[in-house]
């Protein structure tokens, strides 16, 4: 039954319908600065210059995991192994420095880790044909089996090189070196989705693949490439963790996931509801640090904050799903 | 018993998919309702089957008038429909299935198997006696004919008398249609008359008492199929009411250019196509029934991938079949049918709709897009064909059917009118008011005279005699005698769209 004409549009519908586009597209960050007024105005030491850049820094690694995740929801693919991918380069990347190997080359090593983790879910989704969701986790569990063998469930301290740690508590002009690559990943993400042919396409993928198919698009090569960057990101961030910590850690990346798949429903919330995009995922993840900043300012504890977070996922996907079709399966 | 639909209306916003339709059904029948798509067979028995309800008109029971709220109301009724797509658990066993929703249960909740087997098998035996099925298999191991009968044991599970089929053999092959209609024959002499909607018409004609017709809902008639021919049948399917007529001719072009596509014993599914060429200016169009085939052909030319065999020549160059990519960088370009499925992104803006095939060209290079450039190319797009939108960054969703589908076909314009040697479109017009149609016509007549090949498939017979140069009839999967511009005529069409030759 074809359905042809057009509804009769007054302007009283034209404006109901701005309205409503107007309240999906800014509610969530109308409820950003809502709370970030209540902790400056509630919480000591919240609304200080030396706390904001410690948010900033706390929230740079996790933009960089959600960037990463923007791409693979973009093309419509979960990458549940982000958490233990951060992991394995935060215990690779100092495992090659205590070696005595060069910081470029270490740097590249954890890369190509990325490169590695983000080809095997690559192949399973795209070749072989496992959802994302299922090939994800199950590499998510390798991954995790692997850091705690090679780490014999040990952190990795010793010699770091100085340059090294300066990646992950280093301050240029007193802004921490980390915000600087949380930018620059940001601001290289937001180019290769906004800008190029490559992002179109992995967009195009995700919002309609019979289409995408139908124009010529290799459907399989921009969900492959999706889910690869998606695993970049991943080794970016855990590379800068382990600088942080000044140590690697097994168990460092396991927070990521969780926090990860936030900042980008978070993010779908808003700008272009229903659709993950990069500015989103970077508000989204400022939401995120600063709902953990001010609770443990406030001295809350841990498990509350993770009760907490667990209903802003819930409410943000709920949002999502009941105003746009939200498929991730 | 007599059921009795009378002046039903179903009104959508824009459309109105059932006008006044009255017609009655006999449980002593095998009554076939047939249309084309669109016609209102499917609305019409959503409404008998208690899912949809009218915007108005009355539905009576020898006599007494039905308020159906529910599929459950119609069942209480009597009333009971198999749909085409099936609604079978796989995973659970014939019996299973048969006694979904009311299993034999012990007090607790524990279903009595044995019990629950049995009750099956006595159904199946007392409705079907002796026709041998394995109801203890899973479901999904069946036969497709098997399932088809587990499902109709199931609608008779209740008091039914009144079975609506909907397409019950378009899953099967050929060879367990037969044990279907078999089953489908003896339901009047028990009691359950048979409301049957099929594409099949041979199929119609060998299970009906009583034949309906449907067009544009409305009801063009209802007659015994023991009087009707087939042809007569499509004529009435198919036959538009006065007042429409083609009113753009094409110019003939004596001069044709040099051929652009040739197809060589191509078979794709039920389809096998010996020939078929296509020369530079040419606009041909495939017409059929559903079901016969024309559509299948034009999205393989585009979408080889369910090719078994054949060959396929470009603008005289011999094309290796592989994926859409493959022959669209070959020449040949699909503007498909259900645009927003199958072409565009609804909720992307214009600009990204139509940069998806070709968004180099609002490049400067290195893969890296260029705003200016898009917006540029966007703009002679909208001009091009002109589209009604007021920014390039408007939704897609936001634009009328006729925006959407010259956007549809917009994209393989951008950045270069000429690229392509065959454009393909499928139904290019469904869902588009007649000033869009108009103005797709015109495109389509002016990417011909640049020296495209085009080929038109669609159920609309009057814009196949308005643009087209020449006709293929598809019947069965297989094309017929082409048709060429003098010899147009509806009854033509319609003629070699049912076989006949006279």
Not at chain 2, 467 to 477: E, H, M
């Given at each position: 039954?074809?359905?042809?004409?057009?509804?009769?549009?007054?302007?009283?519908?034209?404006?109901?319908?701005?309205?409503?586009?107007?309240?999906?597209?800014?509610?969530?960050?109308?409820?950003?600065?809502?709370?970030?007024?209540?902790?400056?105005?509630?919480?000591?030491?919240?609304?200080?210059?030396?706390?904001l850049?410690?948010?900033?820094?706390?929230?740079s690694?996790?933009?960089?995991?959600?960037?990463?995740?923007?791409?693979?929801?973009?093309?419509?693919?979960m990458?549940?192994?982000?958490?233990?991918?951060?992991?394995?380069?935060?215990?690779?990347?100092?495992?090659?420095?205590t070696?005595?190997?060069?910081?470029?080359?270490?740097?590249?090593?954890?890369?190509?880790?990325?490169?590695?983790?983000?080809?095997?879910?690559?192949?399973?989704?795209?070749?072989?044909?496992?959802p994302?969701?299922?090939?994800?986790?199950?590499?998510?569990?390798?991954?995790?089996?692997?850091?705690?063998?090679?780490?014999?469930?040990?952190?990795?301290?010793?010699?770091?090189?100085?340059?090294?740690?300066?990646?992950?508590?280093?301050?240029?002009?007193?802004?921490?070196?980390?915000a600087f690559?949380?930018?620059?990943?940001?601001?290289?993400?937001?180019?290769?989705?906004?800008?190029?042919?490559?992002?179109?396409?992995v967009?195009?993928?995700?919002?309609?693949?019979?289409?995408?198919?139908?124009?010529?698009?290799?459907?399989?090569?921009?969900?492959?490439?999706?889910?690869?960057?998606?695993?970049?990101?991943?080794?970016?961030?855990?590379?800068?963790?382990?600088?942080?910590?000044?140590?690697?850690?097994?168990?460092?990346?396991?927070?990521?996931?969780?926090?990860?798949l936030?900042?980008?429903?978070?993010?779908?919330?808003?700008?272009?509801?229903?659709?993950?995009?990069?500015?989103?995922?970077?508000?989204?993840?400022?939401?995120?640090?600063?709902?953990?900043?001010?609770?443990?300012?406030?001295?809350?504890?841990?498990?509350?904050?993770?009760?907490?977070?667990?209903i802003?996922?819930?409410?943000?996907?709920?949002?999502?799903?009941?105003?746009?079709?939200?498929?991730?399966? | 018993?007599?059921?009795?639909?009378?002046?039903?209306?179903?009104?959508?916003?824009?459309?109105?998919?059932?006008?006044?339709?009255?017609?009655?059904?006999?449980?002593?029948?095998?009554?076939g309702?047939?249309?084309?798509?669109?016609?209102?067979?499917?609305?019409?028995?959503?409404?008998?089957?208690?899912?949809?309800?009218?915007?108005?008109?009355?539905?009576?029971?020898?006599?007494?008038?039905l308020?159906?709220?529910?599929?459950?109301?119609?069942?209480?009724?009597?009333?009971?429909?198999?749909?085409?797509?099936?609604s079978?658990?796989?995973?659970?066993?014939?019996?299973?299935?048969?006694?979904l929703?009311?299993?034999?249960r012990?007090?607790?909740?524990?279903?009595?198997?044995?019990?629950l087997?049995?009750?099956?098998?006595?159904?199946?035996?007392?409705?079907?006696?002796?026709?041998?099925?394995?109801?203890?298999?899973?479901?999904?191991?069946?036969?497709?004919?098997?399932?088809?009968?587990?499902?109709?044991?199931?609608?008779?599970?209740?008091?039914?008398?009144?079975?609506?089929?909907?397409?019950?053999?378009?899953?099967?092959?050929?060879?367990e249609?037969?044990?279907?209609?078999?089953?489908?024959?003896?339901?009047?002499?028990?009691?359950?008359?048979?409301?049957?909607?099929?594409?099949?018409?041979s199929?119609?004609?060998?299970?009906?008492?009583?034949?309906?017709?449907?067009?544009?809902?409305?009801?063009?008639?209802?007659?015994?199929?023991?009087?009707?021919?087939?042809?007569?049948?499509?004529?009435?399917?198919?036959?538009?009411?006065?007042?429409?007529?083609?009113?753009?001719?094409?110019?003939?072009?004596?001069?044709?250019?040099?051929?652009?596509?040739?197809?060589?014993?191509?078979?794709?599914?039920?389809i096998?196509?010996?020939?078929?060429?296509?020369?530079?200016?040419?606009?041909?169009?495939?017409?059929?029934?559903?079901?016969?085939?024309?559509?299948?052909?034009?999205?393989?030319?585009?979408?080889?991938?369910?090719?078994?065999?054949?060959?396929?020549?470009?603008?005289?160059?011999p094309a290796?079949?592989?994926?859409?990519?493959?022959?669209?960088?070959?020449?040949?370009?699909?503007?498909?049918?259900?645009?927003?499925?199958?072409?565009?992104?609804?909720?992307?803006?214009?600009?990204?709709?139509?940069?998806?095939?070709?968004?180099?060209?609002?490049?400067?290079?290195?893969?890296?897009?260029?705003?200016?450039?898009?917006?540029?190319?966007?703009?002679?797009?909208?001009?091009?064909?002109?589209?009604?939108a007021?920014?390039?960054?408007?939704?897609?969703?936001?634009?009328?059917?006729?925006?959407?589908?010259?956007?549809?076909?917009?994209?393989?314009?951008y950045?270069?009118?000429?690229?392509?040697r065959?454009?393909v479109?499928?139904?290019?017009?469904?869902?588009?008011?007649?000033?869009?149609?108009?103005?797709?016509?015109?495109?389509m007549?002016?990417?011909?005279?640049?020296?495209?090949?085009?080929?038109?498939?669609?159920?609309?017979?009057?814009?196949?005699e308005?643009?087209?140069d020449?006709?293929?009839?598809?019947?069965?999967?297989?094309?017929?005698?082409?048709?060429?511009?003098?010899?147009?005529?509806e009854?033509?069409?319609?003629?070699?769209?049912?076989?006949?030759?006279?």
């Amino acid at each position: 039954m074809t359905v042809s004409g057009t509804v009769q549009q007054n302007d009283d519908r034209i404006f109901g319908v701005i309205r409503k586009e107007w309240i999906q597209k800014y509610s969530t960050l109308v409820a950003l600065v809502l709370i970030f007024l209540v902790f400056s105005i509630t919480v000591n030491r919240f609304l200080t210059p030396l706390n904001l850049l410690n948010i900033m820094q706390q929230i740079s690694m996790l933009t960089i995991v959600g960037a990463g995740l923007t791409f693979g929801f973009a093309a419509r693919e979960m990458d549940l192994s982000v958490g233990y991918t951060v992991g394995l380069a935060g215990i690779l990347v100092p495992l090659l420095l205590t070696w005595g190997v060069p910081l470029p080359i270490a740097v590249l090593g954890g890369l190509g880790a990325g490169l590695v983790v983000g080809a095997v879910n690559a192949a399973l989704v795209t070749l072989v044909g496992v959802p994302s969701l299922i090939a994800t986790l199950a590499v998510g569990s390798i991954i995790f089996g692997i850091n705690y063998l090679v780490t014999g469930g040990r952190a990795i301290y010793g010699s770091l090189p100085a340059e090294y740690l300066w990646l992950g508590q280093g301050r240029v002009f007193g802004i921490p070196v980390l915000a600087f690559f949380m930018f620059g990943c940001v601001a290289v993400a937001w180019f290769i989705m906004e800008r190029t042919i490559f992002g179109r396409y992995v967009y195009a993928v995700g919002g309609n693949q019979k289409a995408a198919e139908l124009s010529g698009v290799n459907v399989r090569l921009y969900r492959a490439a999706a889910m690869v960057v998606c695993s970049l990101f991943a080794v970016i961030a855990g590379t800068l963790l382990a600088a942080r910590l000044g140590s690697g850690q097994p168990n460092a990346g396991e927070n990521y996931l969780l926090d990860g798949l936030a900042t980008v429903f978070i993010g779908m919330t808003m700008l272009r509801p229903g659709t993950a995009t990069i500015l989103g995922t970077l508000l989204g993840a400022l939401f995120i640090g600063i709902i953990n900043n001010g609770l443990n300012l406030m001295g809350m504890d841990t498990y509350i904050q993770s009760i907490v977070k667990g209903i802003i996922i819930l409410v943000a996907v709920a949002i999502v799903s009941r105003t746009t079709k939200l498929k991730l399966l | 018993m007599k059921i009795s639909l009378t002046d039903i209306v179903m009104q959508y916003p824009g459309t109105r998919a059932l006008d006044a339709v009255s017609a009655n059904f006999r449980t002593d029948e095998v009554h076939g309702l047939i249309g084309e798509n669109g016609a209102g067979k499917s609305t019409l028995m959503s409404v008998l089957s208690g899912s949809q309800r009218p915007t108005s008109g009355q539905i009576s029971l020898n006599g007494r008038e039905l308020a159906l709220r529910s599929p459950r109301d119609a069942m209480l009724n009597g009333i009971a429909l198999v749909s085409q797509e099936g609604s079978l658990v796989s995973s659970l066993s014939g019996a299973e299935n048969i006694m979904l929703g009311e299993e034999p249960r012990h007090a607790g909740s524990v279903i009595r198997r044995n019990h629950l087997n049995q009750q099956a098998a006595k159904l199946l035996e007392t409705w079907f006696p002796g026709i041998g099925i394995d109801l203890g298999a899973q479901v999904g191991s069946l036969p497709m004919a098997d399932q088809k009968v587990i499902e109709i044991v199931r609608a008779l599970r209740g008091d039914v008398r009144l079975l609506i089929l909907d397409e019950p053999t378009a899953t099967l092959p050929s060879r367990e249609k037969e044990r279907l209609w078999s089953i489908i024959r003896s339901l009047p002499q028990r009691g359950v008359g048979v409301v049957l909607i099929s594409h099949f018409l041979s199929e119609i004609f060998a299970l009906s008492n009583r034949i309906t017709v449907l067009r544009d809902g409305r009801h063009v008639g209802t007659l015994n199929a023991s009087d009707v021919s087939e042809d007569h049948l499509v004529d009435l399917m198919l036959r538009r009411t006065g007042g429409q007529t083609s009113d753009e001719q094409v110019t003939t072009r004596d001069a044709l250019g040099t051929e652009v596509l040739a197809v060589t014993n191509w078979r794709v599914g039920r389809i096998a196509i010996p020939a078929f060429t296509l020369r530079a200016g040419e606009i041909v169009g495939l017409i059929g029934l559903t079901g016969s085939g024309h559509f299948g052909f034009a999205r393989s030319l585009h979408n080889p991938a369910g090719v078994l065999s054949g060959t396929i020549a470009i603008n005289g160059k011999p094309a290796s079949l592989g994926g859409p990519r493959d022959m669209q960088r070959s020449g040949i370009a699909l503007v498909p049918d259900h645009r927003m499925e199958n072409a565009l992104i609804g909720e992307w803006d214009l600009r990204e709709n139509l940069s998806m095939v070709h968004p180099e060209h609002g490049s400067r290079g290195l893969g890296i897009l260029s705003m200016t450039k898009e917006n540029a190319e966007t703009a002679r797009i909208f001009k091009l064909l002109n589209v009604k939108a007021h920014s390039p960054r408007q939704l897609l969703s936001s634009l009328s059917g006729g925006n959407k589908q010259k956007i549809s076909i917009g994209k393989w314009l951008y950045g270069a009118r000429d690229r392509y040697r065959v454009m393909v479109f499928i139904e290019p017009t469904e869902g588009v008011d007649i000033g869009a149609k108009k103005e797709i016509y015109a495109e389509m007549r002016r990417l011909a005279a640049t020296g495209m090949g085009i080929i038109i498939a669609s159920s609309d017979l009057l814009e196949i005699e308005q643009v087209t140069d020449r006709v293929i009839p598809f019947v069965a999967g297989k094309p017929g005698a082409e048709i060429t511009r003098n010899d147009f005529s509806e009854a033509a069409f319609i003629a070699a769209m049912s076989g006949g030759s006279q």
